[in-house]
């Protein structure tokens, strides 16, 4: 299921820091002003570990226009999120969120609702899309260049 929401429609930014199974910070708000894809998944879960290359490689095609991916892992320790990483050459951090502190912020917007669940987050921050289930890569792609042609308008 998808949700494409207008720019006059966005609620709040939606805010959440937390450390990465690398051990390095990270803070929501430093990518204000630059598109963000929130990426909620687990290592078991099997419509993880179909999107996960397409993920990958819509990371590497935007990252050159300022698209910045971060994973929230609901389930895993570091040791099987780091597989799978491995398996799927995932390069984008994760975030563990076992208790759903992160996954949760934007509640009353557009909750993740599912897992894997993919927000895509606006220049301010504000939840513009949300992907229930496994991307379809078109679709994100699509999202994506709406949200990025905002920003330059």
Known sequence: MTTEIAPADRTEPVEFTGTSYDGERFDSRDHW???????????????????????????????????????????DSAGPAAAFEETYGITYPSLPDSDAEIMYQPRGQVAPNAVPTTLVLDHDGRVAGRISGAIDPSILRSMLDAVLAEGAA
Do not use: M
């Open 33 to 75: 002003g630059s598109v963000l894809v929130v990426n909620v998944w687990y290592a078991s879960c099997p419509p993880c570990r179909v999107e996960a290359p397409d993920l990958q490689a819509i990371h590497e095609e935007y990252a050159d226009q300022g698209v910045s991916f971060i994973g929230i892992n609901v389930r």
